[in-house]
């Protein structure tokens, strides 16, 4: 099972950018996915999360600015962000409790996609 983030970039601030995690592999079932975020010489935190159903949480920080959402048929989920301040300046990560066929669920991690926001 791999997740591919992408669509990470630099653009200025009030800007906006989409965020893309696609999962592939032998998928029995995605259930919660989530956008982690860690930004330079900070711990990393939980952005957004989309459960199974459609549900969504967010962090204070993002709230109405930011989307998740997901594509349960293309096993993709996608980040929104829209008016993006330089304190969104992090690597963003994708992560999601799958269970493959035949295994039980666990979790898995993408690799992170730099997302840059200039004054």
């Known amino acids: 099972v791999q997740l591919q983030a992408s669509g990470g970039g630099l653009v200025q601030a009030g800007g906006c950018l989409r965020l893309s995690c696609a999962a592939s592999g032998t998928i029995f079932r995605i259930n919660d996915m989530r956008w982690h975020r860690q930004g330079p010489g900070k711990q990393r935190e939980l952005v957004a999360l989309?459960?199974?159903?459609?549900?969504?949480n967010y962090a204070d920080s993002v709230k109405g600015r930011f989307t998740i959402s997901r594509d349960n048929v293309k096993k993709t989920m996608y980040l929104q962000m829209n008016n993006l301040k330089p304190e969104d300046t992090a690597v963003y990560y994708c992560n999601a409790d799958i269970t493959r066929v035949g295994l039980g669920p666990r979790g898995y991690w993408g690799q992170g996609t730099q997302v840059t926001v200039s004054s």
């Open positions: 989309v459960t199974r159903d459609g549900s969504t």
